[in-house]
């Protein structure tokens, strides 16, 4: 009996192991995945419109034109990255260092691949696709769009697998462990002011001849705004739940339908209401939006005088809704 359940034990701990491997396997190759789109994005969309989407990529790009395109853009991007990681490693500790050097690593590789800046391998250089070209010329919104479209999605893998893409990213985190600022308005911030030195200096160099400099600043900032939408979806998720909570007389006949109709539990709060001054039941529950005018429906039945309100939750975790990995 002992020597089964140690090999239990063992067995238990082995698989618990290999759970968690295939899970990092999995978190390391979408880090990988999104650093490899947010350089195709960059390198195909971006660098040749001379519109900078903000963070350290903007001043690479900008390096990129001020050299008259001798540094490429994933060679200053990683470089630039460098002393940041190095900074966010002695503030923040080993935890983050090895999938945000995957992250820069991985994106400044593809910027140049993609870009055709890597020797050999001038077959990838998407930018100079026909298609590319055609929508530079006839449709220049369209093709920001695109970029700013890969770029978010990109960033939000890297992002919701626990890695970063270093730059604005690392400073945005040392500046809430230091100072407790939000890292959303400082990367914010941040982006603001490298767009309009960017800009500024683009202007300055007349490293734009087709288009008025400002003009790419007005893009440089819709793309950060339709980037920063795309990642909330994504580490959101599409499929939003809603919370109900009600409060009725009739809280026994609304908790048994939801239990019966709906195939959903219900948590019992004690409340007491103030106006009235009782004590009183409040149910909160948890549904899909499928099942919110099931719910409603229900609700008024049962007790059309009833207090119900409803809130957007973005993610459950246990039975009946969304797995736990």
Known sequence: MAISYTCALH???GCMQLSKNTE???????IILGGALMGFAIAVFLVDTRVVP???????ITLHYVSNEAIPVGVALWVLNIPLFIWGVRELGLTFAYRTVTGFTVSAFSIDLFHGDIPGLNQFALNKSSTVLDLAKNDFLFL???GAVFLGVGMAFVLKNRGTTGGADVIAA???K????????????????IIIIATTIISIKNLSPNRPAISLAFYAFLITFIISRIVDIILDGFDYARSALIISEKHDD???AIIQKLSRGATALKGRGLYLNIDRDLLMTIITRKELPILKDLVKSIDPNAFVIISTVHEVLGMGFKRRS
């Open 11 to 13: 067995y238990k701990g």
């Open 24 to 30: 990092l396997i999995k978190q390391y190759s979408l």
């Open 54 to 60: 903000g963070g350290i990529s903007a001043i690479a």
């Open 144 to 146: 920001i769009i695109i």
């Open 178 to 193: 230091r100072f407790a600022f939000r890292p959303g308005n400082s990367i914010m911030l941040m982006n603001t002011v």
């Open 174 to 176: 040392i500046l809430q």
């Open 254 to 256: 609304i908790s048994e």
